[in-house]
């Protein structure tokens, strides 16, 4: 056939179903405007060079198959002509009326938005943006029958713009379908995605199915024969049906089970369709009966309807054949609901917080749609399709296009700070839809805006603080000025501890010594010298609680530095070591056996619970762990009766080894309390020394000689 040929076909076969299923508006309005956009579109072509008035009629013709009103498919024919055409938005609200002109002004606005991420929660975003800029309902359809149509006809594009379209209408289009309830509207898209996206998959489940579905429509048919059968032994009325799933939920599943498409049994899904609820129940208990129902598969979507209104019993049962069949029962009117959602009942349920106040508004939405039949006036109805679920936010775009919610009323400023507390804080001018706005200006939907910042802006303004309506914006602005305060603060405190240092007779960087402050810090909870100064800054410590210890510290290293002063020296329990404990006499001092010091080892006090004094080496790891409070300075006494070291060689069992080993200790005049060798089982040499030394430096030495011998392997203190 010639192309015009067709076409010629494609308008009568529309002109003839529009006078079928619209005879009273058709002479009037449907034909005013199938006259006017055919002649607006006249001579444009799509890609296809098919004439372009084809796609308008094509989306019209799914919109008669839903049953919407002449509006609707007033509007659908009109849809592009303001976009692509010399016709404006005042010559359709002129011509055709207010209702129709804005359903046209509402797709032509859904047209713009372009969408780009791939992220998940940007096409929450988006289809969020679709619900609200729609405004009524039958917008989204038409929106809806648009994408369908351009997918079935998605073939003359090019390959890269096939699978953008398809990307996209499985994002967007398809879910936004599914909550509509149009099932069938959303098995549709995503079989057409399917193509697009892996052809080759596409083609071979189609293949798949056909040879399955040979072989089993015998099964298939003798099954729906005992549906049937069965309906008749109860005196229920009804439909049975056996029809194949849709090919994107077979794909998901075997994706998603990670199957072959042999291990996907469930390809045929039964339906039987009954008057009442009771009915429902009735069959599915006698469906149990016959056949073994699989564990784990039944779901009674009517007590728990789906979020979309979605109402059957769905099971699974192993018939007689050997395979497991999918049934689902469900009542005429719940299996309209299920083709064609919208007709009848309408849901839209969200996750998020604000679901409660969603579910007001649809259940009052779904009240009035279940109204429907009584309603005398079918534009009451219309009314109803209005949506306004997202009544007090906007919806703006970011310069690389990613959508963000604002509460109505919101500023740049509020923008700004949702992106990020730095975009806000160097926010200094902003641009809408490319012109540079005031501040205050309020945002409107589907704005572009675009934040300018400067590194060197002062931050926010008080200002703003009026300006902003989100709370994250106003707590963002106030905690810049908690921080700016914290600056002026910590400035304050330094010169406050200065001028009270000074006074006193010091500097601060003469008190300022990182080991006493971090005590001091400990003590007051603090963790940051800029905190310190901040709180005394802010009046949280007084200059004295930082002071006093620091020069409480400082007058102990000045006594250190002066001629040794015997204060508190104690002996420890042996009697052979004294320890001096500064600053305190009368105390008991023990030598702490984790790291057994000896003098010559730099140690620390630790003034224990009732123990006295606890003297560890300072590199003991124990000490870390202690209470800065409770260490005092320690030293060694003037003393030289030394105390015990005990080592641990390890050495080859040669000859003279124990003679040579003695021989060092003499050497270096050390005198052995005790010695004990043994042999292990890799026969070397365990030796046990007990020495006496002084220093750590004769031990060290000590170390270094035995070392030296050729026949030692190890040697260690224990
Ligand atoms: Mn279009």
Redesign the pocket.
């Known amino acids: 056939m010639e192309n015009t040929e067709i076409f010629q076909n494609k308008v009568d076969n529309l002109l003839s179903k529009l006078k079928r299923c619209y005879p009273s508006d058709y002479d009037g309005l449907l034909l005013g405007a199938f006259n006017a956009a055919y002649k607006a579109h006249d001579g444009q072509l799509r890609e296809s060079g098919e004439p372009y008035f084809i ?1 308008p009629m094509g ?1 019209a013709d799914v919109l008669i198959d839903l049953g919407l009103d002449v509006s609707t498919i007033a509007a659908s024919l009109l ?2 002509v303001v976009e692509d055409t010399y016709y404006t938005q005042e010559m359709i609200d002129a011509e055709f009326g207010a209702e129709i002109g804005a359903l046209v002004k509402g797709v032509t606005k859904l047209d713009k938005i372009v969408f780009k991420s791939k992220e998940e929660e940007q096409a929450e975003n988006f289809r969020k943006m679709f619900m609200a800029m729609a405004k009524d309902i039958r917008v989204l359809l038409i929106k809806l029958a ?1 994408r369908l149509h351009n997918m079935r006809t998605i073939s003359s594009l090019s390959s890269e713009r096939r699978h953008t379209l398809a990307a996209e209408t499985l994002e967007i289009y398809a879910p936004l379908a599914s909550r509509l309830g149009l099932s069938y509207l959303k098995c549709e898209l995503e079989d057409l995605c399917l193509m697009v996206m892996h052809p080759e998959v596409y083609a071979q489940l189609v293949k798949d199915i056909s040879l399955k579905r040979a072989e089993r429509q015998d099964i298939v048919d003798n099954i729906c024969r005992l549906l049937k059968s069965m309906l008749d032994e109860l005196g229920i009325h009804g439909e049975v049906s056996g029809r194949p799933k849709h090919f994107y939920s077979i794909y998901k599943k075997m994706v998603a089970q990670n199957r072959t498409f042999d291990q996907i049994y469930d390809l045929t899904a039964m339906r039987v369709v009954v008057e009442t609820v009771s009915d429902c129940y009735e069959i599915m208990g006698k469906i149990h009966t016959v056949w073994k129902p699989i564990p784990g598969r039944f779901k009674d979507y009517i007590a728990v309807p789906k979020p979309n209104n979605y109402q059957s019993l769905h099971t699974t049962v192993m018939t007689n054949y050997g395979t497991p069949f999918e049934i689902q029962i469900r009542t005429y009117e719940m299996h309209k609901v299920a083709e064609y959602g919208i007709a009848a009942h309408w849901k839209y349920k969200e996750k998020r917080a604000e679901s409660n106040d969603l579910d007001k508004k649809l259940g009052w939405l779904r009240e009035v749609m279940d109204m429907q039949g009584e309603m005398a006036n079918p534009k009451e109805f219309l009314d109803s399709l209005k949506i306004d679920l997202y009544s007090g936010q906007v919806f703006v775009f970011t310069p690389k296009g990613d959508v963000i919610i604002l509460p109505e009323g919101s500023t740049p400023i509020d923008f700004a700070y949702t992106v990020h507390s730095n975009v806000g804080n160097h926010c200094v001018s902003a641009k809408i839809n490319s012109k540079i706005v005031p501040l205050a200006t309020k945002l409107k939907m589907g704005d572009y805006i675009e934040i300018i910042t400067a590194s060197n802006s002062k931050g926010p303004s008080r200002d703003w603080l009026k300006l902003v309506k989100t709370t994250t914006a106003r707590a963002k602005i106030r905690a810049f000025f908690k921080k700016e305060m914290k600056e002026e603060n910590i400035k304050t405190g330094k010169d406050m501890l200065e001028a009270e240092a000074k006074r006193k007779g010091y500097s601060l960087s003469q008190l300022f010594q990182p080991k006493w402050l971090d005590a001091v810090m400990a003590r007051l909870s603090l963790t940051s010298v800029d905190d310190l100064y901040s709180a005394v800054g802010y009046g949280g410590i007084t200059t004295n609680q930082v002071l006093f210890k620091l020069i409480d510290c400082q007058k102990k290293e000045e006594a250190k530095d002066a001629p040794p002063k015997l204060e508190g020296v104690q002996i420890n329990n042996r009697g052979d070591n004294s320890v001096i404990i500064k600053g305190s006499t009368g105390l008991l001092v023990k030598l702490a056996r984790c790291c057994a010091p000896v003098p010559g080892d730099e140690i620390i006090g630790f003034i224990s619970r009732g123990r006295g004094a606890v003297v560890h080496r300072q590199s003991c790891s124990n000490v870390k762990g202690m209470e800065p409070e409770r260490l005092i300075e320690a030293e060694w006494a003037n003393q030289t009766q030394g105390v015990i070291a005990n080592l641990k060689i390890v050495a080859e069992d040669k000859g003279g080894l124990i003679a040579k080993i003695a021989g060092i200790f003499s050497d270096q005049k050390l005198s052995i309390e005790s010695m004990n060798a043994r042999l292990d089982k890799q026969h070397l040499a365990n030796i046990a020394v007990s020495v006496r030394v002084n220093k750590t430096s004769e031990l060290e030495f000590l170390f270094k000689k035995l070392q030296q011998m050729p026949e030692v392997i190890g040697v260690s203190r224990t």
């Open positions: 796609h989306v849809h592009d648009d």
